[in-house]
């Protein structure tokens, strides 16, 4: 069966739909429990998931490999999500701003947040997380070739 979009010409054809689950690890330390979900539509991703970070005690930016689609890699792509993290001392507070972000020609999602009132870009850091209730909750939507 073919889905059209836009149209019934040939132009307008979907011949690639998929869904399903993907594993996620962190680069660093370990994680208790973590789930991935995503949909793609032709050249585009969109995908979900949650991760419990139990590394505590790195200064490094967090960041989690295994999204299930490599970006596509055009010079300077950015794609850029959203992150709700649950006991992470550098996602809370009105005067913040988050995202997560999926660099081009790569697997991995790292965060962001845009500091005290814009005065500054900072990556959220394994030293950011909580003793407990660590969660990171994230969705993006990002292009591949794949």
Request: net charge negative; charged share 10%.
């Amino acid at each position: 069966m073919s889905i059209f979009l836009g149209g019934t010409g040939s132009a307008n054809e979907c011949h690639d739909y998929e869904e399903g689950t993907f594993n996620m690890s962190l680069s660093q330390g370990s994680n208790t429990s973590s789930s991935g979900i995503y949909v793609k539509i032709g050249s585009m991703v969109m995908c979900r998931g949650n991760i419990v970070c139990d590394n505590h005690t790195s200064g490094n930016t967090v960041v989690i490999n295994g999204l299930p689609f490599t970006a596509d890699g055009t010079a300077g792509a950015t794609y850029e999500g959203n992150v709700r993290g649950y006991n992470w001392a550098n996602l809370n507070g009105s005067t913040r701003c988050s995202n997560c972000v999926v660099h081009g020609n790569g697997t991995d999602v790292q965060f962001g947040t845009i500091a005290n009132q814009g005065q500054g870009w900072e990556m959220l850091t394994y030293s950011d997380a909580g003793s407990t209730n660590n969660a990171l909750r994230w969705t993006c939507v990002y292009k591949t070739t794949d």
